[in-house]
């Protein structure tokens, strides 16, 4: 059972823009870090950008200066947003929790949510 999910997937053009929540499926709880992870069709699920409680972010090299990361904690809520889409963007979208970020690197926990599909057109 996904204790986390997401939402604000879609069909967008390339150079388009998304903007993925990521909340608690049942009552609100502090997700304190959290990373998002993609997963494009025959690939692994791989990390694109994290959070740390206190707002500082990391991001993979292919997303940087288009992704933001950003959190508003009075709402449990984790935001992705999306901008300069690309088709290699595409995949499906995911939200973890409850894990740890040390300098930067953020070690995934045990909390994930069910994912949104994000489908970039050329």
């Known amino acids: 059972q996904a204790q986390l999910v997401e939402s604000g997937g879609g069909l967008v053009q390339a150079g388009g823009s998304l903007r993925l929540s990521c909340a608690p499926s049942e009552r609100p709880f502090g997700l304190g870090a959290v990373g998002w992870y993609r997963q494009a069709p025959g690939e692994r699920r791989a990390l694109v950008g994290s959070?740390?409680?206190?707002?500082?972010?990391n991001y993979v090299d292919s997303v940087k200066g288009r992704f933001t990361i950003s959190r508003d904690n009075a709402k449990s809520t984790i935001y992705l947003q999306m901008n300069s889409l690309k088709p290699e963007d595409t995949a499906v979208y995911y939200c973890n929790s409850g894990g740890t970020w040390t300098a930067g690197a953020y070690l995934q926990g045990h909390y994930w949510g069910q994912g949104t599909q994000v489908t970039v057109s050329s």
């Open positions: 959070i740390n409680s206190a707002g500082g972010t």
